[in-house]
């Protein structure tokens, strides 16, 4: 059985590596984080591997997961290129979504294949994640070796995957955040403007729900253009001009985070079709006016 080693381990590896344990598809090998006993608990959770802290300990091994956070992943190829572990033909990998593989650069010099896989999941409890990551989207790119083993290696704990560009890998993860991170942050705009019409907070979560789920379940099923509903999408530019107008008057950041959103909306409005030209050239002027 071939084996793999984790470089920092949080959350993220420490799923992926017990989800490759389990599998009986990968041997851990060793744990390496900058404290020993936070590899030791990484170990615990994986259910094997050799917790370690230093890397002259580090071993050979077939695969090298760098689990490290993104800032810190360029010194962590550097420091495994000066290990000694790495060999001809070993496979690095890491798991940002921001990076592309060619941070790994120091290792490839060493003839290792590199690549990174991206599982679209939020990683905040690993014991849940371990359950669910079945059917978890993982976006790969590297050298063709690296490909075809990770995806072998992901497709046998349920993972589904997808191919990405490295040359925009920065903003196909600048997608997952507005997607995930910032709709969390657009949730929360939401109920302090709920709040500030009189809702209590609590209250204004229980409003919001069924229209945040009703919406993100028209969005797949139909596509944002015809899920797209309100003033913008009717072409209402006197609607959409009083809000501005309120939430100016009220908060500034928050004008600002709508008028922008509103360009968005305006977009779609315009294929969707259900808005006049008459509403749509309205709602152009005013946006443009807005912006000035």
């Given at each position: 059985?071939?084996?793999?080693?984790?470089?920092?381990?949080?959350?993220?590896?420490?799923?992926?590596?017990?989800?490759?344990?389990?599998?009986?598809?990968?041997?851990?090998?060793?744990?390496?984080?900058?404290?020993?006993?936070?590899?030791?608990?990484?170990?615990?959770?994986?259910?094997?591997?050799?917790?370690?802290?230093?890397?002259?300990?580090?071993?050979?091994?077939?695969?090298?997961?760098?689990?490290?956070s993104d800032d810190a992943i360029a010194t962590c190829a550097k420091s495994l290129a000066e290990s000694g572990a790495v060999?001809?033909?070993?496979?690095?990998?890491?798991?940002?979504?921001?990076?592309?593989?060619?941070?790994?650069?120091?290792?490839a010099r060493l003839g290792a294949a590199v690549a990174s896989v991206h599982p679209v999941k939020s990683f905040a409890h690993?014991?849940?994640?371990?359950?669910?990551?079945?059917?978890?989207?993982?976006?790969?790119?590297?050298?063709?070796?690296?490909?075809?083993?990770?995806?072998?290696?992901?497709?046998?704990?349920?993972?589904?995957?997808?191919?990405?560009?490295?040359?925009?890998?920065?903003?196909?993860?600048?997608?997952?955040?507005?997607?995930?991170?910032?709709?969390?942050?657009?949730?929360?705009?939401?109920?302090?403007?709920?709040?500030?019409?009189?809702?209590?907070?609590?209250?204004?979560?229980?409003?919001?729900?069924?229209?945040?789920?009703?919406?993100?379940?028209?969005?797949?099923?139909?596509?944002?253009?015809?899920?797209?509903?309100?003033?913008?999408?009717?072409?209402?530019?006197?609607?959409?001009?009083?809000?501005?107008?309120?939430?100016?008057?009220?908060?500034?950041?928050?004008?600002?985070?709508?008028?922008?959103?509103?360009?968005?909306?305006?977009?779609?409005?315009?294929?969707?079709?259900?808005?006049?030209?008459?509403?749509?050239?309205?709602?152009?002027?005013?946006?443009?006016?807005?912006?000035?």
């Amino acid at each position: 059985m071939k084996s793999f080693s984790i470089i920092g381990c949080g959350a993220v590896g420490k799923t992926v590596g017990r989800l490759f344990y389990e599998a009986g598809i990968l041997e851990p090998r060793d744990i390496l984080t900058r404290s020993l006993p936070s590899a030791k608990d990484a170990a615990a959770f994986i259910g094997a591997g050799r917790a370690t802290a230093s890397w002259q300990e580090l071993r050979e091994a077939d695969l090298y997961l760098v689990a490290a956070s993104d800032d810190a992943i360029a010194t962590c190829a550097k420091s495994l290129a000066e290990s000694g572990a790495v060999q001809p033909g070993a496979v690095v990998c890491h798991l940002s979504g921001a990076l592309s593989s060619a941070v790994l650069e120091p290792v490839a010099r060493l003839g290792a294949a590199v690549a990174s896989v991206h599982p679209v999941k939020s990683f905040a409890h690993p014991n849940l994640c371990v359950m669910d990551f079945a059917g978890t989207w993982c976006g790969i790119e590297g050298d063709p070796a690296a490909v075809d083993f990770l995806s072998g290696a992901f497709r046998a704990i349920g993972g589904e995957l997808f191919t990405l560009d490295p040359r925009f890998k920065t903003i196909y993860h600048a997608g997952s955040v507005l997607v995930c991170n910032y709709l969390t942050a657009l949730i929360e705009a939401g109920a302090k403007a709920y709040q500030k019409g009189g809702v209590p907070r609590e209250q204004a979560f229980q409003v919001m729900e069924p229209l945040v789920r009703a919406t993100v379940e028209n969005v797949f099923r139909t596509g944002t253009v015809q899920a797209l509903t309100g003033p913008i999408a009717r072409g209402d530019a006197a609607v959409v001009s009083a809000q501005l107008e309120a939430l100016e008057a009220w908060d500034g950041e928050m004008a600002r985070l709508y008028r922008d959103l509103a360009v968005v909306a305006l977009d779609l409005s315009r294929r969707r079709g259900q808005a006049s030209d008459s509403g749509l050239e309205a709602l152009a002027r005013l946006l443009d006016k807005e912006q000035e």
